[in-house]
């Protein structure tokens, strides 16, 4: 936990932070303009400027991209001498306790989209732009003006859900857009009243936080138009370049055509530029989505994979502000609570690989390194794999996975569960069903059906593991050679409820495969079950148990005792080869 060494790269202001007090006469001198990124190029900015009025602090950085060094900025500062433009990039080395990931996420912008002529279309802007047009401080002081002829829209499209919640483009939500359109459109009406019509086209309009219903309702009061439905083209009048949108109004179940005279598309947050680099280097999974993964979506959503490492804003999925900010302070306490501690306690589950056992000082393996979903092992070529006690978060997968058994983990080794297994089947195991299930959800089914006195047939013999991602394809092996009547493995729900990120998703691949090679060997295969239960599903457990074994008394003692002669040899060659 903690103790990371972080290198930062500090790039050169050419201004002397300490001199600088933030006056602006540099900027005033300065002959070079070039498209201001903060106002999305609406406006200009000088070579020499503050990234934003708000900038904290308020120092002064030279673009040396555009800076035709003219030194008329130099005069101007005088005797401050806050202008160096002999300022090197330098590197900070830091070691630090935690990392709080606040990264942020960018806007998509539909250049390549035929549908919305974005970039194609002068009066065609995305919400962003409409809101550096609307703000006091934005490139038209408040006015909001098309590009095409610098006039005021008198009629106003805000299209929703661009590139979001599609299926070719991204199929999540981005949340906060709807709120922002229909912030717009009242900014509008509020605005310029009569003097504008506005109209709001969308799939969903979606107000699940506190207020934002009522803020709706407002919007509707102010007699904005909402069209359900669906922009299927855009197109321009040459003449006065005004938009014409066809859509569906699914409402009437019809289509429409609307002529506005600017057209505001609400475009889809994505993950920022670098996401994937930054992921690499802080050892933090993402999802499909391109964002960075939560450690658990419910118990530990700002925690990550990698402990010590925390998930702020809207870096980890696309959120608004009120969202963002909560985040952030619980990043914030959560560092918190780790730095106050003098030491950090772990559980003593941790993975011990035997190196000489390990094949990797042979052959190129490395397999455990590539299961271990917490980055705690490394497989250098031609050394035994090396295990992070800290890192290691003790699911086992990487013990199920390694195939020279040169793994095993503290309190669940592979001994002490082959005892349990033959414990449990020592008498009658024809008339049993032996369980495997993970600590955190299944078993806690178990328990819950246990305290809730859900009735089920005393056939069941578990074993708890910690993940069902240590499930090791020779404990079902073993259990069958056993003669056991049934095998269950349960694990958390697919695909994101496991507490280890994706043991669950290694264990379906592995048991799957087991599956398909008992069907090849004649095994019923009803007798050998992949399921998943959480930890609130006490019903359906006790339910699992009763089918289980009502299909176990119809396939009958006779059938499962001879399946199991037919199949022991096979089994014990498997597992004599391990030996």
Known sequence: MGNFKVKIRKNPRY?????CTGCGECRDVCPIEFPNQWDMNMGVRKAISVPFDQAVPLVYTINLDYCIECYKCVDACGARQAINFDQKPEEI????????????????????????????????????????????????RGKVVRASDGKMPHSVVLIQCVGSRDVNKYEYCSGFCCMYALKHAVQLKEKYGDDVEVYILYIDIRTHFKGYEEFYRRARDLGINFIRGKASQIMEDPKTKNLIIRAEDMTLGEPIELEAEL?????????????????????????????????????????TATDGVFLAGACQGPKDIPYSVSQGSGA???????????????????????????????????????????????????QPAQVTTAMCHGCGTCVAECPSDAITQMHFTDAQIFAQIRAALEENPEDKILGFFCNWCSYAGADLAGTSRFEYPPTLRAIRVMCSGRVDRDFVLEAFRLGTGMVLVAGCHLPYDCHYISGNVKM???????AKMFEKLGLSPERFRIEY??????????????????QMETLGKEKIKAENEKLRPTLERMLSKKK
Request: hydrophobic letters at 40%; charged letters at 25%.
């Open 332 to 382: 914030a306490a959560r560092a918190a609570t780790i730095l106050s501690q003098p030491t950090w306690k772990i559980e003593p589950l941790i993975a011990v690989v035997d190196p000489n056992k390990c094949r990797n000082t042979k052959v190129k393996c490395g397999i455990c390194e590539k299961s271990c979903p917490y980055g705690a092992i490394k497989a250098p070529e031609g």
């Open 263 to 303: 057209v505001v598309l609400s475009t889809a947050a994505i993950p920022s530029k670098g996401t994937e680099e930054m992921a690499r280097i802080l050892n933090v999974t993402r999802g499909a989505d391109g964002f960075f993964m939560e450690s658990h979506p419910k118990l530990k959503p700002i925690d």
């Open 508 to 514: 379906k691949a592995r048991m799957e495969a087991l």
């Open 93 to 140: 080395e830091l070691e630090v306790g935690t990392i709080i990931t606040a990264t942020g996420f960018d806007i998509y912008l539909p250049y390549n989209s035929s549908l919305y002529g974005y970039g194609r279309y002068d009066n065609v802007i995305t919400a962003l732009e409409l809101e550096r047009l609307i703000l006091a401080a934005g490139p038209t």
């Open 15 to 19: 201004v002397i932070a300490e001199n």
């Open 533 to 550: 239960v959480s930890a609130a599903e006490g019903v359906k457990f006790a339910d699992l148990i009763r089918e289980m074994t009502q």
